[in-house]
Structure formats: structure tokens, C-alpha cells
């Protein structure tokens, strides 16, 4: 029996872990992979707009909220799969066989990259299928890439990576480019970016690494291969709430629904950082949420003592 169990291990879930420790609650966290730091492994620029801090990567971030976490008492265990969960009830059964009982839960499972779900794209992970323009920008330098997306972070990592490849060419499936004014007109007069508006690839093909993608036009419009390399998939992501959507209030987009206090429907069930927050998702927010989330149960575990 804990006081708290958090389910993730990102920023959200650190900063509420490390409160909930400041604040004297019995803590337990939860972090299904085998490292701590969620969204932090895939921010490869440099962070310049977190108060106080500027460093050059998220791992590196990272770094400095480990020190913390370090010299805290909550325990943390990785590697620890949920099987299933009543939130109502506060029970938690693991994979592993331990069930698991609380008075709160704060849920800050974060988001995944969304994925296309079209043939090649799993298949040729890791080979020529690349998660990041600035980590693989040297990898592919003097390849043709595709990147497949037309917000900020498909035009940012096009600019990036035109600048070490012959070609860059941009698949969006909607009439213009979603991504900022400063990203988008900078993307024009770049005669290494080609821009394929309204369009949608529908097959990533090569037998032991990306030799191609397959490209649907305007309907009515015959289907094309285009010879690349790598291809980067930027169409924005989704949060990890597969667990809880029948449990708790959701948005269209999955996202859990919260208060002020960061509270679901469910008393004492929270939700701190990207998971419930799709408009403004940034690692400030995300710390400030699980700070919140934890001093609320504070304070109502307090009042209960004291009545």
C-alpha cells in the first residue's frame, strides 16, 4: 500500500515523484521501459527555454534532474509493464505478478510518435527509417531523403538535413504546410527541399534497407516511386492512454481531460504532462503539472489526517 503510485517516469512523473518525496508521501513510480526520462531520449537540439537552464540535448537535461532524483526516497522501478489496472480502486497488477494498491495515482505516461501503419514503415525501422534528422544528420549526409509530415518538426529537420543531402523531399497530405512562418519561408527558395502538397506516401520499400517510397498524389493522379534513403516520419504523436480511455474522460485525440488541479473524473486519479495536455506539451509544463498534481494529494491527505 502506497500513498502515491505514479505510472511514468518522464519529466511529469519525475517532478511529481520528487514533490510527493519533499511533501513526506509514500511514493512508488512506475516506468515500463528500462530507463528513466521519456520524451527527453528523443529531444536532440539543444534546450534554450527552460527557465534557468540551457543544455544541449534532452539527455543532458536528463542528467541534472537524475541528480535529484538520486538523493530522493520514492522508489522507482523500471522495466515494470502494467497487465491492468482499476483506477477507481487504485489497484495495479504488473506483468511481473505484484499487485499493487494506493491512495493516489498520478498518470504521466506521456506521448508517442504517430505512426503511418503503411508496409516498410516497421519492417525497415532503424534501416533507413531514422528517428531524427539532428541525431542521424551525419549518417545520411550525401543521401536523398523523404520526410513525410507539415508541421514544425518535418520543415525544421527538412532544413537540417538539406543542408548535408542532395535532396529532401516533403510529403504532406494537406494543401499548404502546417509549420511556422519562419520554417515554412525559408522552405521554398531551398532548392535542395522539394514539397509534394496534398499528397500521402503509401508504401516505404527496400529488401535489407530504404531504397524507396511510393507517393499518391492528388486523387486521380498515378502513384510514383522516388528513390531515397532514409525516410523520417514527422506527423505529430499520441498519447499513451490506451490503458485508461475507458476509465477515464478523454478528449477526440485521447488525451486525458484534467482540472485546474490536474484531477480526472476520478477522485484522487491525476495526469500531469503531455498526456493531458495537447496544446502547450513542453518540459516546463510538464514538471510544473506533476508539481501541482503532487501537492494537491498532499494537501488532501493532510486534511484527512487531520480530521
Same mark, same amino acid.
Given at each position: 500500500?502506497?500513498?502515491?503510485?505514479?505510472? &511514468?517516469?518522464?519529466?511529469?512523473?519525475?517532478? #511529481?515523484?520528487?514533490?510527493?518525496?519533499?511533501?513526506?508521501?509514500?511514493?512508488?513510480?512506475?516506468?515500463?521501459?528500462?530507463?528513466?526520462?521519456?520524451? /527527453?531520449?528523443?529531444?536532440?537540439?539543444?534546450?534554450?527555454?527552460?527557465?534557468? /537552464?540551457?543544455?544541449?540535448?534532452?539527455?543532458?537535461?536528463?542528467?541534472?534532474?537524475?541528480? +535529484?532524483?538520486?538523493?530522493?526516497? !520514492?522508489?522507482?522501478?523500471?522495466?515494470?509493464? =502494467?497487465?491492468?489496472?482499476?483506477?477507481?480502486?487504485?489497484?495495479?497488477?504488473?506483468?511481473? &505478478?505484484?499487485?499493487?494498491?494506493?491512495?493516489?495515482?498520478?498518470?504521466?505516461?506521456?506521448?508517442?510518435?504517430?505512426? /503511418?501503419?503503411?508496409?516498410?514503415?516497421?519492417?525497415?525501422?532503424?534501416?533507413?527509417? =531514422?528517428?531524427? &534528422?539532428?541525431? +542521424?544528420?551525419? *549518417?545520411?549526409?550525401?543521401?536523398?531523403?523523404?520526410?513525410?509530415?507539415?508541421?514544425?518538426?518535418?520543415?525544421?529537420?527538412?532544413? /537540417?538535413?538539406?543542408?548535408?543531402? %542532395?535532396?529532401?523531399?516533403?510529403?504532406?497530405?494537406?494543401?499548404?504546410?502546417?509549420?511556422?512562418?519562419?520554417?515554412?519561408?525559408?522552405?521554398?527558395?531551398?532548392?535542395?527541399?522539394? @514539397? !509534394?502538397?496534398?499528397?500521402? @506516401?503509401?508504401?516505404?520499400? &527496400?529488401?535489407?534497407?530504404?531504397?524507396?517510397?511510393? =507517393?499518391?498524389?492528388?486523387?486521380?493522379?498515378?502513384?510514383?516511386?522516388?528513390?531515397?534513403?532514409? @525516410? *523520417?516520419?514527422?506527423?505529430?504523436?499520441?498519447?499513451?492512454?490506451?490503458? !485508461?480511455? +475507458?476509465? @477515464?474522460?478523454?478528449?477526440?485525440?485521447?488525451?486525458?481531460?484534467?482540472?485546474?488541479?490536474?484531477?480526472?473524473?476520478? %477522485?484522487?486519479? !491525476? #495526469?500531469?504532462?503531455?498526456?493531458?495536455?495537447?496544446?502547450?506539451?513542453?518540459?516546463?509544463?510538464?514538471?510544473?503539472?506533476? #508539481?501541482?498534481?503532487?501537492?494537491?494529494?498532499?494537501?488532501?491527505?493532510?486534511?484527512?489526517?487531520?480530521?
Amino acid at each position: 500500500m502506497h500513498d502515491v503510485i505514479i505510472i &511514468g517516469a518522464g519529466p511529469a512523473g519525475l517532478s #511529481a515523484a520528487f514533490w510527493c518525496d519533499e511533501l513526506g508521501l509514500d511514493t512508488l513510480v512506475l516506468e515500463q521501459a528500462e530507463q528513466i526520462g521519456g520524451q /527527453l531520449h528523443r529531444v536532440y537540439n539543444p534546450i534554450e527555454n527552460y527557465l534557468g /537552464l540551457k543544455t544541449r540535448n534532452g539527455a543532458e537535461l536528463l542528467e541534472l534532474f537524475s541528480r +535529484d532524483v538520486d538523493s530522493a526516497e !520514492f522508489d522507482l522501478w523500471t522495466g515494470a509493464a =502494467i497487465d491492468s489496472i482499476d483506477l477507481r480502486a487504485k489497484r495495479i497488477s504488473l506483468r511481473s &505478478g505484484e499487485s499493487l494498491h494506493s491512495i493516489a495515482i498520478i498518470i504521466a505516461t506521456g506521448v508517442r510518435p504517430r505512426k /503511418l501503419g503503411i508496409p516498410g514503415e516497421k519492417e525497415l525501422a532503424g534501416r533507413g527509417v =531514422i528517428e531524427s &534528422g539532428t541525431r +542521424d544528420r551525419e *549518417l545520411f549526409a550525401g543521401k536523398d531523403v523523404c520526410i513525410i509530415g507539415g508541421g514544425d518538426a518535418a520543415v525544421e529537420n527538412a532544413l /537540417l538535413l538539406a543542408e548535408v543531402c %542532395p535532396t529532401v523531399t516533403v510529403v504532406h497530405r494537406g494543401k499548404k504546410l502546417r509549420a511556422r512562418r519562419e520554417f515554412a519561408e525559408r522552405v521554398q527558395p531551398n532548392n535542395h527541399i522539394t @514539397v !509534394f502538397t496534398e499528397s500521402v @506516401v503509401t508504401r516505404i520499400m &527496400g529488401d535489407t534497407e530504404v531504397e524507396a517510397v511510393e =507517393i499518391q498524389r492528388k486523387a486521380g493522379l498515378k502513384p510514383f516511386q522516388l528513390a531515397v534513403r532514409g @525516410v *523520417l516520419i514527422r506527423i505529430g504523436v499520441e498519447p499513451n492512454t490506451d490503458l !485508461f480511455r +475507458d476509465q @477515464v474522460t478523454v478528449d477526440d485525440g485521447g488525451y486525458i481531460a484534467v482540472n485546474r488541479e490536474q484531477e480526472t473524473n476520478v %477522485p484522487m486519479v !491525476f #495526469a500531469a504532462g503531455d498526456v493531458s495536455n495537447p496544446l502547450a506539451p513542453t518540459i516546463s509544463g510538464a514538471t510544473g503539472a506533476g #508539481a501541482t498534481a503532487a501537492k494537491v494529494i498532499a494537501s488532501r491527505l493532510n486534511r484527512k489526517l487531520d480530521g
